[in-house]
Every structure is written in structure tokens, then in C-alpha cells.
């Protein structure tokens, strides 16, 4: 059956050398889409890290001597954080308020705030394992109460939460932090040098959290979490008080009575309600902000514009090559073969004719991932470099390969057996004697 399959392909070598081409170079261009959607998929897939389910931010306004609410009585500084303290007592007595507590907002130091404040952390027994992750700056313990950042080792939040940062020069690490200092070896109890704000100091690995995203469609990076600045009346505007309710309170809900029943109560000396928003719609306005929204949208339905299109060249160029040989279906049918031999022989010629395009192709794909010239932006890492020791997919460039073009070949498999059995099917059901006119 194959060698008759493959004398027929032969014999028709003039007009399958065009789908060959055809076929090859669909192969190399839905590779390059199946290598993007495969990052993406996987990427988004991957945890985030920690957990805003129900958490929001409540940011307060100061009225200044310019205004006309401005009390000059509640402007000292004792005043000033005394009533900053009751600003957050109120809101975490609020009904449905699990935990609440005083947050530094700066340098990216909140879920999906959009900064990216880098600090070096350095192996001191061997200078040369450097990383430069993302500074976390944490004011108290409740911080991982409310976005649950959670410990490699055990997924607990709570535990590392009762850890002090301020006490014994402390601090914590995410895995891929671990993994580029220490290699394979625990880092916890072990030194580092970091700078936090205050220069370079030696501090020990009290935690490993798990890694961490900046976005959702990238791979997760590094961080280390040390002791913020203790607020006071010169840097309040770096702080807000981030909160997370109890399961199940409804967000539309919960904003719209905070917002009436707090607004009143929380104009405290010289402080007032500014704002509340829930960290899903910080979320959505940062991957706005930075395009990732609309990149996301537009990669998208071109995916989906390339493919379909790429799908409707593919049936139509077997449609053609079919239908032109409805006189040998004819003539097929009237020795006896059968609709289903005859659609079935159809299949395997295009299979194997796909099958003998996708050698090249691989080849010409292998080409182009070492050339490493995919590269997108928003994050998106498409490099075809591995990294050693990463635990993710996207960076173990052969397996990434093997996937992709896997995938790559099963999806076009399946549309050029649509496209081989569509019209052989059609054709095979006109009466022998009808399709032997067009012998």
C-alpha cells in the first residue's frame, strides 16, 4: 500500500513539489506561532507566587495648609501618626476584614504595582554568583497575611510571617534567588550581601519563599523581601494600608459599602479616604499601562487570523489536487474499491507527503532557534537559550523544541487530513460512470 503510494506521489512529482514547498514553509510559520502560544500558555500557567484573592488597597489623602479642611492643630508629628494608627484601627474593624495593615507601596513592593526596584545579592565564599532580583520592602509580618507569599518548603505564609526582618539582619530570598547564589545547596542560615536601601550589608537568609511573576504571561523572577523605612511624618505618601477579607465577600459589594460607610468616619485630623481599589482591578489597569493588555489581544487574534487562514489554504490546495482527480476515483471505483479505501488512500498520500516536508522544515526551524532570532516584547522571553538548573520548560531549549514542533505537526496533521478526506469523500460518492467523464 505505501510503495503504491509512494510510485503514485512520484508520478505526480510536478504538481506535488508545489505542496511540498507549501507544506514546508506553513510548517516553519505555524511553528513560530505554536512557539508563541506555547510560552504563553505555559507561562501563564505557572503560580504567581502569592495570592490577592480578595485583598485591596485603601490609599488616604493629607489635607495640606492649602486647603480649606487643613486643621494646624493635627499638623505634628505625634499627632500625624497617632492618627494614622486610628485611620487603620477603624479600617481593621471593618466588617468582613480578615487582616489590614500599614504597607510600603514603594518601588514596586505591592502586587502588580508595575515597579522593578533591582538589588544585587551576592554569595560572599564566591563573588562571582551574583543576581540582581526585584527588593521587596516589608513593614510587618501581616504583609504576607494579606498577599500570601508563601515558603517554599511548606506553602506557609503564616509561619513566615511571625518572622521578625528587623531583628538578627534578616531577610528572604525566592528559589531562583537560591538557585543562582547557592546552586543546589539550602540557603537558609546562610550570608549574603544585599543592599536594601541602606547600602551593602551582610544579612542571613532567615526564609526561601517560591518565585514570584511581575506579570502573568512571563516566567517568574527573583526577589528578596527585607525591612522597609518605618514611616513617619515625611514619607507617608510611600505607604498605604492594603487589606484582605474574609472568603466569599463580594468585591463590587464590599467597595461600594466601604466607600459609603467609611468615607466619614476615616476623616481623621488631617487625613481622609482617597481611595480603594481591589488588587484584580490594579491588576488590570498595570497590564493596561503597560500595553499588555491590548499585545495580549492583538497576538491573539492574529494567532487566530494566521492559523484559520493557514487552514483554509491547506483544504483548498487538496480540494483542487483532489478534485482534479476525479477520473481516477472513477475509474478506482469501478474495479471495486471502496469509498473508504479510497478516501483512506488519499489521507496517507497527503500525510506522507506532509511527513516528507516536515524533515526540512525541522531543519530550517533548528536554524532559526539557534540563531535565537525570536525575540518579542513585554517580557515575553522567547529565547531559545537553556538556563541552567531552571525548573521551567520554556528554558530547556531541546525539550521546548521537541514540544513545539510536535504540536506543530499534530495540528497540521489533523487539517490536512480534513483537507485529504473532505473532497475525497465528496468525490468518492459521485456514481462511477459520471466521474469517468472526466478521464
Known amino acids: 500500500m505505501i510503495r503504491h503510494i509512494l510510485k503514485q506521489l512520484w508520478a505526480q512529482r510536478k504538481y506535488n513539489t508545489w505542496i511540498f514547498i507549501e507544506l514546508l514553509l506553513v510548517f516553519v510559520l505555524v511553528w513560530v506561532l505554536a512557539d508563541y502560544a506555547f510560552i504563553s500558555i505555559h507561562n501563564r500557567s505557572i503560580p504567581r507566587g502569592f495570592n490577592t484573592s480578595n485583598a485591596y488597597m485603601v490609599r488616604y489623602g493629607i489635607y495640606g495648609s492649602e486647603t480649606s479642611r487643613y486643621n494646624p492643630v493635627e499638623d505634628d508629628s505625634i499627632k500625624t501618626?497617632?492618627?494614622?494608627?486610628?485611620?487603620?484601627?477603624?479600617?481593621?474593624?471593618?466588617?468582613?476584614?480578615?487582616?489590614?495593615?500599614?504597607?510600603?507601596?514603594?518601588w514596586g513592593s505591592?502586587?502588580?504595582?508595575?515597579?522593578?526596584?533591582?538589588?544585587?545579592?551576592?554569595n560572599p565564599e564566591d563573588t562571582t554568583k551574583v543576581i540582581y532580583p526585584q527588593l521587596k520592602n516589608v513593614f510587618s509580618g501581616d504583609y504576607?497575611?494579606?498577599?500570601?507569599?508563601?515558603?517554599?518548603?511548606?506553602?506557609?505564609?503564616?509561619?513566615?510571617?511571625?518572622?521578625?526582618?528587623?531583628?538578627?539582619?534578616?531577610?528572604?530570598?525566592?528559589?531562583?534567588?537560591?538557585?543562582?547564589?547557592?546552586?543546589?545547596?539550602?540557603?537558609?542560615?546562610?550570608?549574603?550581601?544585599?543592599?536594601?536601601?541602606?547600602?551593602?550589608?551582610?544579612?542571613?537568609?532567615?526564609?526561601?519563599?517560591?518565585?514570584?511573576?511581575?506579570?502573568?504571561?512571563?516566567?517568574?523572577?527573583?526577589a528578596i523581601f527585607g525591612p522597609s523605612e518605618l514611616p513617619n511624618p515625611n514619607n507617608l505618601e510611600e505607604f498605604a494600608i492594603c487589606l484582605r477579607t474574609q472568603p466569599g465577600v463580594s468585591e463590587r459589594q464590599f467597595i461600594a459599602d466601604f466607600r459609603k460607610e467609611m468615607t466619614k468616619p476615616l476623616q481623621i485630623g488631617n487625613f481622609y479616604l482617597k481611595e480603594i481599589q481591589s488588587f484584580q482591578s490594579i491588576k488590570e489597569s498595570t497590564d493596561y499601562m503597560f500595553g499588555?493588555?491590548?499585545?495580549?489581544?492583538?497576538?491573539?487574534?492574529?494567532?487566530?487570523?494566521?492559523?484559520?487562514?493557514?487552514?483554509?489554504?491547506?483544504?483548498?490546495?487538496?480540494?483542487?489536487?483532489?478534485?482534479?482527480?476525479?477520473?481516477?476515483?472513477?475509474?478506482?471505483?469501478?474495479?471495486?474499491?471502496?469509498?473508504?479505501?479510497?478516501?483512506?488512500?488519499?489521507?496517507?498520500?497527503?500525510?506522507?507527503?506532509?511527513t516528507f516536508a516536515v524533515i526540512p522544515a525541522i531543519l530550517i526551524n533548528l536554524a532559526i532557534a539557534k540563531?535565537?532570532?525570536?525575540?518579542?516584547?513585554?517580557?515575553?522571553?522567547?529565547?531559545?537559550?537553556?538556563?541552567?538548573?531552571?525548573?521551567?520548560?520554556t528554558q530547556n531549549a531541546p525539550l521546548r523544541f521537541l514540544i513545539t514542533n510536535g504540536i506543530t505537526y499534530i495540528f497540521l496533521s489533523i487539517v490536512i487530513i480534513l483537507s485529504a478526506w473532505i473532497p475525497a469523500n465528496h468525490a468518492s460518492k459521485v456514481h462511477p460512470v459520471d466521474a469517468l467523464h472526466d478521464e
Open 144 to 222: 504576607f497575611r494579606i498577599f500570601r507569599y508563601a515558603s517554599s518548603k511548606d506553602n506557609s505564609w503564616e509561619r513566615i510571617a511571625n518572622i521578625d526582618l528587623r531583628q538578627n539582619q534578616t531577610l528572604f530570598i525566592t528559589k531562583q534567588v537560591e538557585r543562582a547564589v547557592f546552586g543546589n545547596q539550602s540557603a537558609i542560615g546562610k550570608k549574603v550581601y544585599a543592599d536594601i536601601g541602606e547600602g551593602k550589608r551582610e544579612y542571613i537568609v532567615a526564609e526561601v519563599l517560591n518565585d514570584q511573576k511581575r506579570f502573568d504571561y512571563i516566567l517568574p523572577y527573583g
Open 292 to 354: 499588555i493588555t491590548n499585545e495580549i489581544r492583538l497576538r491573539t487574534i492574529l494567532l487566530i487570523f494566521f492559523l484559520f487562514n493557514i487552514a483554509l489554504g491547506i483544504i483548498g490546495t487538496f480540494w483542487f489536487r483532489n478534485q482534479t482527480r476525479r477520473g481516477e476515483i472513477g475509474l478506482r471505483m469501478a474495479m471495486g474499491s471502496t469509498s473508504n479505501k479510497i478516501e483512506h488512500q488519499f489521507i496517507t498520500e497527503a500525510l506522507l507527503l506532509f
Open 81 to 106: 501618626m497617632q492618627n494614622l494608627d486610628l485611620f487603620l484601627q477603624k479600617i481593621k474593624f471593618y466588617k468582613n476584614v480578615q487582616t489590614a495593615a500599614l504597607t510600603c507601596t514603594s
Open 371 to 393: 540563531a535565537d532570532v525570536i525575540k518579542l516584547n513585554m517580557d515575553i522571553i522567547m529565547s531559545y537559550k537553556t538556563v541552567k538548573g531552571s525548573p521551567y520548560i
Open 110 to 122: 505591592t502586587p502588580f504595582s508595575g515597579g522593578n526596584n533591582q538589588s544585587a545579592v551576592i
